[in-house]
């Protein structure tokens, strides 16, 4: 199914371009978990328990 997929594409003079099998890089969602840790870690300082600081950054996120 593959080879004929690429069979396809090449013969429309396109190019297919395999992406590794995890790349947070290019999946947005990995790049928007990414964002929330960062700001819940920086907010742990302010709150007493991880879910007071992870409903303050989403409170503000949205």
Known sequence: ????NGIIIESADCHLKY???YSPGLNK???CWSWLKSRIRKQLIQ????QN???DV???AS
Do not use: W
């Open 1 to 4: 199914m593959v080879r004929t």
């Open 19 to 21: 992406l590794p099998s």
């Open 29 to 31: 969602i990995e790049q």
């Open 47 to 50: 709150f007493d328990c991880l």
């Open 53 to 55: 600081a992870m409903e």
């Open 58 to 60: 989403l409170r503000t």
